[in-house]
């Protein structure tokens, strides 16, 4: 997961890449990076840390032009604790070409021998999007050969990497000379949209993530990019748009309205906010059929998205709702924390309860989603430590069952406290008096309703149904064995945290 903006304006664009990223911050903390082209020249800055870190005002300065692009970095593949992996990528040929990418290839490995060994192009570290980029640079030189670039020949080599590309990807690319070049994977997984502004020099283009990055810096949202579509914004604004999959369908990441996007983002025709609403409501009716209402004194949400979901369900039950915990948002995030003994106290330094909210009731707490367990059993006990008389744990989100390959860095299955348990299992393992789990179906059906339109999801975390159909238990096994750095996230304890995850809040930053 991480988040992607560029733009194509009459005026200087650093500081309109820089406050869009800001606001895409919530999807990757780990690195940060700034691309701009002046002329022909193109000027970078990326380090590793968040967006108000890495670029100080002598960066700025250094990055002159009216085109450009950026990205926050979450990491999942490839290096987490390598500068030279932050994007976004450069390779001089053909042309000059720049990329950012988000979401997770699939096929890296086998790509990255083909590139070797027919291709002769050169991979000089283990990100996924370097892979891209020099298949996007090789497509381009198959399609030019020598000419002058034209939208046709743009289009062609994105069809080009769509053949050979699998898994998910949505991308945001600059030509030395020619334009900015914006694409999303035929299944539509990751997400991408396309909104127009003005300033003084007239109107300009603007991609990104999500529209939150366009709205927050004043550009009017147009439409969601389509899956397999590629969109060509010249160096005068002109945008070009074209279809360049052959069986695009739309299939969206679920995770994404559950938990990863900002609420006041709206993609792929579903606001979600009320999506996580939605949710709400269809957990009202698990936690009926689970605890009777009348032995719910409270609802406490577990901050921060899971507040729309807890205020809906409230509502419905007729049952009062409370903030039981303040949060620190200064604490650093816990999900780059090196081993779960770190993980634990850091949960403690994030959250503190509001004791007199727990005191002597019976309170069910509230939570977007469940992934390792962790978090979970610490909250649980920390409610319990509080003077809770009993403490009901409820999920906006199904049982997470299975590791996610498609650019969310879940961990190996065996580190999935529901991969393999039954819910009273996984109740004994968080410590609460009562689980209630959103149903998979339920899920599918609160979200797909405010979109009717959309083909399915991408809910591999919940079904095991890898919409790709090129992943495997040997895929999976492979890329996490490519992750490697062990010994950088062996924690005090001395246990490893095989997978750099427990997930990142997106509105905790």
């Known amino acids: 997961m991480c988040g992607i903006v560029g733009i194509v304006s009459k005026a200087p664009v650093n500081q309109l890449i820089y406050d869009g990223l ?6 990757g903390q780990d690195a940060a990076g700034i691309v701009t082209q002046q002329g022909r020249k193109f000027y970078m800055h990326k380090a590793k840390g968040m967006v108000r870190d890495v670029f100080r005002t002598r960066n700025m300065r250094a990055l002159p032009g009216n085109v450009g692009l950026g990205q926050v970095r979450y990491p999942t593949a490839g290096n987490a604790f390598s500068e030279d992996e932050a994007q976004p990528f450069y390779v001089n040929a053909p042309f000059g070409l720049v990329l950012s990418h988000n979401g997770n ?17 050169h991979i000089n570290t283990d990100s996924d999007s370097e892979v891209l980029l020099n298949v996007l640079a090789h497509e381009l030189e198959k399609t030019t050969r020598g000419l002058p670039l034209t939208p046709a020949d743009v289009f062609a080599a994105v069809r080009g990497v769509h053949k050979r590309v699998k898994g998910s990807y949505a991308v945001v690319a600059l030509i030395a000379g020619h334009g900015l070049l914006a694409f999303r994977d035929p299944f539509g997984i990751r997400p991408l949209c396309i909104g127009h502004g003005q300033n003084e020099g007239g109107a300009t283009v603007m991609v990104a993530s999500e529209s939150v990055a366009l709205e927050g810096t004043g550009y009017q949202f147009e439409r969601d990019i389509a899956p397999g579509e590629a969109v060509f914004v010249d160096m005068d604004g002109k945008v ?15 995770f994404e309205f559950v938990y990863l ?19 709400g409501e269809t957990l009202a009716k698990r936690v009926v059929s689970t605890v009777p209402p009348n032995e719910i004194d409270v609802i406490i949400p577990i901050p921060e998205s899971s507040r729309p979901s807890a205020t809906q369900l409230a509502h419905l039950l007729g049952i009062p709702y409370r903030e039981g915990f303040v949060k620190n948002r200064y604490v650093g995030r816990t999900f780059i924390m090196p081993g779960q003994g770190v993980r634990k106290k850091s949960v403690r330094q994030k959250l503190n309860v509001i004791a007199s909210e727990f005191k002597g009731r019976n309170v069910l707490l509230v939570d977007d989603s469940i992934v390792r367990g962790t978090t979970s059993r610490e909250i649980v006990q920390m409610a319990r430590d509080a003077g809770a008389r009993k403490v009901y744990l409820a999920s906006a989100a199904p049982p997470v069952r299975y590791p996610n390959v498609y650019g969310i860095d879940m961990p190996t299955p065996g580190e999935l406290v529901a991969h393999d348990r039954t819910i009273e299992e996984i109740r004994k393992v968080i410590g609460c008096d009562a689980l209630i789990y959103q149903d998979v179906e339920g899920m599918k059906r609160a979200i797909r309703s405010l979109n009717p339109e959309l083909d399915g999801f991408d809910a591999s975390c919940f079904d095991g149904v890898y919409v790709t159909g090129d992943v495997t238990a ?23 945290d095989a997978s750099r995850l427990a997930l990142p809040n997106p509105e905790g930053a």
């Open 22 to 27: 800001l606001l895409l911050q919530h999807r």
């Open 105 to 121: 290839l699939t096929n890296a490995a086998e790509l990255k021998a083909e590139l070797f060994n027919t291709d002769h192009r």
């Open 240 to 254: 070009h748009a074209e279809q360049c999959a052959a069986n695009a369908r739309l299939y969206p990441c679920i």
């Open 261 to 279: 996007a900002r609420p006041d983002s709206v993609m792929d025709g579903i606001s979600v906010y009320q999506a996580r609403l939605n949710l």
């Open 474 to 496: 040997e895929t999976i096994a492979a890329m996490n064995s490519a992750r490697g750095d062990t010994a950088e996230k062996i924690g005090e304890e001395g246990d490893v």
